[in-house]
């Protein structure tokens, strides 16, 4: 569990997705107890395990970690969180709790203990509780009047030494998130937004919350027995089209490593929550893509989530003897390599060895990063498969195809058996941004066709009048214009008006 610092408050290509998670599941063998200061744990998951699964605010989708391609002294880690955000689902958009601690963790020197903890906690601020409205009116700025519920972020950087707290500092307090895109009568230019929530800090810092594009792309219909046992329904990115809330930091390599001469880290994220004693416990953990959603089996599922690496030896039999290759043995009679796999303990518990693999490693379920491999000029989605060391297992990118690279591995790709298997989704749906925070813009509230009858462009406000008020309002030149979403809400708008008044007509003309 995390330490807590203070205790107030088509053919073979359709097997892909469900291995990616085994292979990333080589990293769980660890050993010892504790329940002390900052710790943590790993896995890329949406809905892994039936607790989290029912609060998505606290939900921990995916963990990436990658030296900075612009900056390669620096290493940036993103970190996402509320998995599935349908773009147009208001007027409640989606925010990070705030009753949670939302944390990035650092092991240094390979031991599965936390030496530097990030810690982002949120606060929610409301301008007129006297409206149903996310923005009254479209949005220009963070600090626009008409953005009505905002939410600020403090980071604290904490240092570890055998999971108690060494020191405490305050890197940033006070720093806005950018909004959920509403869409583009609210906020007109998204981008703007995104620019204005990027905060530098001091030490040659940078950190940035706020909702982005789900950068994870992959097949996840492996769930309907394996793509219904015959493949065809597989090269779809199930996760097009929708969000998820993230935290980027880009940090200098030599605050993060133990020397020049030890540059290799693990890197994992945690959520706690506080309960109603307000006492924190750990919910969520991730670092590795895939570990609790397809390796581990229900009744470990919300223990790993509240566990942590130096702990970690009590899931190592799921690795070891993983479940996903026998069902596709089973299904498409692909043979399930030997058991048990210490080559997916090797690579993904310690590292690979002459590349990201910490001397004197404690093997432990973290997703590990060698920051002194420099970015490559044209990297690949398999990564260190494909021969780019630049690539996952060594951190992962936001492009790295970790379905595909985990598929082959866990089918044996290391122990002799080669092969190809995919999932036949090879990039995101949208591109990445060249430079901090890389995630790509959030899909808006208002894509897709347009209404029958309507244009592109035109102005909802006219058909309405410009003078609707959200309850509470006082009138003159600071009231709020009540936007409306769509052509056709505007009319039936004026349809119940009409209604209305032809109803009291007629009372008034009736003798009782």
């Not at 690949?380 to 492009?399: E, H, Q």
């Amino acid at each position: 569990m995390t330490p807590h610092i203070s205790r107030s408050g088509a053919g073979r290509k359709g097997l892909v997705t469900l291995i990616c998670g085994a292979l990333a599941a080589g990293g769980l063998a660890a050993a010892g107890v504790a329940t002390l200061e900052p710790g943590a744990a790993s896995a890329s998951s949406h809905r892994e395990a039936p607790l989290i699964s029912g609060t998505p605010q606290y939900d921990n989708t995916d963990v990436y970690a990658f030296v900075s391609p612009d900056k390669p002294d620096t290493t940036t880690i993103v970190a996402n969180w509320i998995p599935f955000e349908e773009p147009a689902g208001g007027p409640n958009f989606y925010t990070f709790a705030d009753d949670a601690q939302y944390d990035i963790h650092i092991d240094n020197n390979g031991d599965a203990q936390g030496e530097l903890l990030f810690r982002y906690t949120f606060k929610t601020h409301t301008k007129n509780k006297n409206t149903f409205l996310y923005n009254t009116g479209p949005v220009t700025s963070l600090d626009d009047p008409d953005l009505n519920i905002t939410q600020t972020y403090d980071i604290d950087l904490v240092r570890l030494k055998n999971q108690h707290v060494v020191s405490k500092t305050k890197l940033a307090d006070d720093v806005p998130v950018a909004p959920s895109n509403v869409g583009k009568a609210s906020m007109p230019d998204y981008g703007k937004l995104r620019s204005q929530a990027v905060y530098k800090t001091a030490g040659g810092a940078q950190t940035f919350a706020g909702q982005a594009d789900d950068p994870f792309f992959l097949d996840l219909r492996v769930f309907d027995l394996l793509y219904g046992g015959n493949l065809t329904e597989v090269g779809r990115d199930t996760l097009k089209g929708y969000n998820v809330n993230s935290i980027a930091l880009q940090v200098p390599n030599d605050l993060i490593r133990e020397s020049s001469h030890q540059p290799i880290v693990g890197i994992w994220s945690t959520t706690e929550r506080k309960n109603a004693q307000g006492y924190y416990s750990q919910v969520s953990r991730l670092g590795n893509p895939l570990v609790n959603e397809v390796v581990n089996p229900q009744k470990d599922k919300d223990k790993f989530n509240a566990s942590a690496p130096w702990d970690d030896a009590q899931f190592l039999k799921n690795v070891t003897n993983p479940e996903l290759p026998k069902l596709i043995e089973g299904i498409y009679k692909i043979k399930a390599p030997a058991e048990p796999r210490n080559d997916l303990v090797d690579v993904f518990l310690k590292g690979v060895k002459g590349l990201n693999q910490p001397p004197n490693v404690r093997p432990s379920e973290e997703l590990r990063l060698n920051t002194s491999i420099k970015p490559a000029m044209h990297p690949k989605r398999l990564g260190v498969l494909d021969g780019d060391n630049a690539g996952f297992p060594n951190g992962r990118r936001l492009t790295d195809d970790v379905i595909d690279a985990s598929l082959q591995v866990v089918e044996g790709e290391l122990v002799g058996s080669k092969n190809d298997l995919g999932d036949a989704v090879d990039k995101n749906d949208k591109k990445f941004e060249k430079y901090f925070p890389y995630v790509a813009q959030p899909t808006s509230g208002s894509r897709g066709a347009l209404a029958k009858g309507t244009t592109s462009g035109a102005d909802v406000r006219s058909q309405l009048g410009d003078a609707l008020q959200p309850a509470g309002s006082s009138g003159g030149t600071d009231n709020t214009v009540l936007i409306a979403g769509s052509a056709a809400s505007g009319a039936a708008g004026i349809l119940l008006i009409g209604t209305g008044l032809a109803w009291w007509r007629r009372r008034m003309q009736r003798p009782y």
